[in-house]
């Protein structure tokens, strides 16, 4: 019996001028006659996060469903996750203790984003800002190694003047930033999507460098149009259709940038960069999330931290169905009507979130898609944010890694009892990163894996 099938490098990479394209997951990766959890481009080495930032909490009565446990009914801020129950884990009664004032720490209600993904208490000090690791960073540690980034880092708001003091003397970082890699390090956003695409598909000693080379050759796919030519000659018809949609995801969402860097108004950054940020604020919620998709597809991280805002923010989104300024709308005195317009904001986040999981479970990945080998897990620092309550905070979980994560449950906990540091504790788990201790933890959440 003669094997015939050519074996590719996962970590194959075409290069053009300025150029560095990664390929998605092909059949002609896979040696001959190996199964796919066998090899190194199986789902048990290739588990990837996504840590959701936003911030004001949720409407109250709006977002936790009225049902416990398997097959309930999705509220009105969750239904657009319905399409994905499978998948899906709603969490009620979860505490950000670590996000809340004491007594020795007061105020910093909207000062401590960090805690997301940490469950740590930040520091009161502006001048020497200190969390906890956060996990994004321990799972990039250990499924980021072989990728050409490890981690990356979006935004949306532009944090401007946002340094030093803050909020009641706590650093402007804790707001700016949720991927912590050391107690004292955050690691910034990026809130340009032309950026975030140069740090993606760039090539070249500095960015300078690679800005000067997009500028001459267009399109990054111009630039190794006979390097695709020359690779698809060598593989399969269903590698070739395969690699065929990943370099049209690519070059729309490149013309979809340049349409954005074209018009006059986009210019106006307090970045000193050549390319511009989108004025409408859906747009640049869907590139960035469209940039995350293509990155997964590409191999070229495994984990990516974006904020959807910060905390005190003003932005609309008049596209919601209701155009109220976000934090003037999450301060809705618990009145019926003020309250069902905040809902609408909620349920807009999670609709633009609902369509980067079916972008995902789109996109074919060994036995599965890769949603199924994803953890995403969208969250904030309040339940009430009219009171700054920091409890029952609103948790929602998709995906799958390989199995191991379980969805068509809503676990509900009772008030005070468990913490959110509890639940990044048993994340970690589901990564085979076991430890004894995270931020406030009191031990691990029941129920999770």
Partial sequence: MFITKKHISRRTFLRGTGVTLALPLLESMLPAQTPQRQTAAGPDSVRRFVGIWHPHGAAPGYWSPEQEGSNFEFSFITKPLEPFRDRVVLITGLDATGSAATLEEPGGDHARGANLLSGARARRDSVSPYI??????????????DTLLPSIQLGIEDPGNNTGNCNWGYSCAYSNSISWPTPTTPLPTE???????????????SVDERLLDRKRTGSILDS???????FKKGIGAGDRSKLDDYTENVREIERRIQNIASKPEASGTSFEVPFGIPTNNDAHFKIMYDLMAVAFQADITRVATPMLGRDLSSTNFPVSGWNGPWHGTSHHGDIPANKSNYSKLNRYHVQNMADFCEKLRKIPEGDGNVLDHILIYKGTNMGN??????????VELIGGIDGKFKGNRHIVFPD????NSNMLLSILDLYDIHLDHLGDSTGRLPGLA
Avoid: C, W
């Fill in 385 to 394: 944010s009219h009171r700054h309550a920091h409890e029952k905070i609103p």
């Fill in 416 to 419: 005070n009892v468990q913490r």
């Fill in 224 to 230: 190794v149009t006979r390097e695709i030519a020359l």
């Fill in 191 to 205: 809130i340009n999507p032309r950026m975030a695409f140069e740090r993606l598909f760039g090539d070249g000693d």
């Fill in 132 to 145: 906890g690791v956060t996990i994004d960073q321990m799972i990039a540690s250990k499924y980021g190694r």
